[in-house]
């Protein structure tokens, strides 16, 4: 996994997984194009690692709930002479409470980054990627996506879902172009996430063998991206969940989710 020399563009980069993508790609010679809202923490993370790694860097900040994004990154990168080898798809948040809790215009703000940047990107550099025969992407969905939905962040599990079919459609169509798709489906990560979506305190009363940190779930997913892998789950714990929900009868999944959501899931919209 020696990514020198290739270009990666990370979303959702300023934190989280999407900052420990940036890190390990550039530890792998990986030029970055990054990108997220937060611009000053960006150009702080491409100065690091730019000066750490020699690798070459561009920080680009954009709004991708916004539907003209991917076009204005795209131009950025165009204009910058710069191409995309590989794309890591990972920025998001989550979304608490009730369906009818949110405004549509929250909604329409949820569904245009989760779902429909994710995929307009794919279709703005996969063309690139076939004509050069190379190209690794990366869709960072859920064990949201893999599991039953229960009452509450109605939205969240059914953007994750579509990520784990999308990614499989494209592993399939792409099996001999030189192009590999991977939906990286983690379970609780390290990160800001359940700040931002004020569910902190939640969280904080799993156990701690639910959890993982953000590095091994990029490591790992790097690794399933290189063996052509379409769906990962990183973690033990995680693929013990998988593997349950694949292995009960949908009814008992469902039934079971629902029994334990109050424990990860809020019925209330704490942010809205
Ligand atoms: N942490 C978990 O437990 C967990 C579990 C499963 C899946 N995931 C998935 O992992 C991905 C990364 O989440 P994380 O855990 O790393 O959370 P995080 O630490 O909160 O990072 C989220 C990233 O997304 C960016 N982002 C949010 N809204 C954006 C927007 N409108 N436009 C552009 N960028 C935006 C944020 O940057 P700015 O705020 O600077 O824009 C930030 O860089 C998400 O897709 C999430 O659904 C997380």
Redesign the pocket.
Same mark, same amino acid.
């Given at each position: 996994m020696i990514y020198k020399g290739k270009w990666a563009l990370v979303? &959702?980069?300023?934190? &989280?997984?999407?900052?420990a993508f940036a890190r390990s790609l550039a530890a792998r010679g990986a030029n970055l194009i990054l990108?997220?809202?937060?611009g000053e923490?960006?150009k702080r993370l491409a100065e690091e690692l730019k000066e750490k790694y020699g690798v070459e860097t561009l920080a680009i900040e +954009?709004?991708?709930?916004q539907p003209d +994004?991917p076009d204005k990154i795209a131009a950025d990168i165009a204009a910058a002479g710069g191409q995309v080898d590989l794309l890591i798809n990972?920025?998001? @948040? &989550?979304l608490p409470g009730r369906y009818e809790q949110s405004s549509w215009a929250i909604h329409r703000?949820f569904i245009e980054?989760?779902v429909t940047s994710y995929a307009h990107l794919v279709r703005i550099f996969l063309p690139g990627m076939q004509a050069r025969r190379y190209g690794r992407i990366i869709n !960072?969905?859920?064990?949201?996506g893999l599991t039953p939905s229960a009452a509450g962040h109605t939205m @969240?599990g059914a953007s994750?879902a579509f990520l784990i079919s999308f990614s499989q459609a494209l592993a399939a169509e792409n099996a001999d172009t030189g192009v590999n798709v991977c939906a990286l489906?983690? &379970?609780?990560?390290?990160?800001?996430?359940?700040? !931002?979506n004020k569910m902190r305190d939640v969280v904080n009363r799993l156990p701690d063998y639910m959890f993982m940190k953000?590095a091994p779930v990029v490591e790992g997913a790097l690794i399933a991206v290189e063996a052509r892998r379409p769906i990962y789950v990183p973690g033990r714990w995680n693929k013990f969940v998988a593997w349950l929900m694949r292995a009960l009868p949908r009814s008992w999944a469902a039934a079971l989710v629902a029994r334990q959501s109050h424990r990860f899931r809020s019925g209330d919209a704490p942010n809205v």
């Open positions: 979303t &959702g980069a300023s934190a &989280g997984i999407g900052e990108t997220a809202r937060r923490r960006l +954009a709004d991708l709930s +994004a990972n920025a998001g @948040y &989550g703000d980054l989760m !960072v969905a859920s064990l949201a @969240y994750k489906c983690p &379970g609780f990560t390290y990160s800001e996430f359940h700040d !931002v953000a």
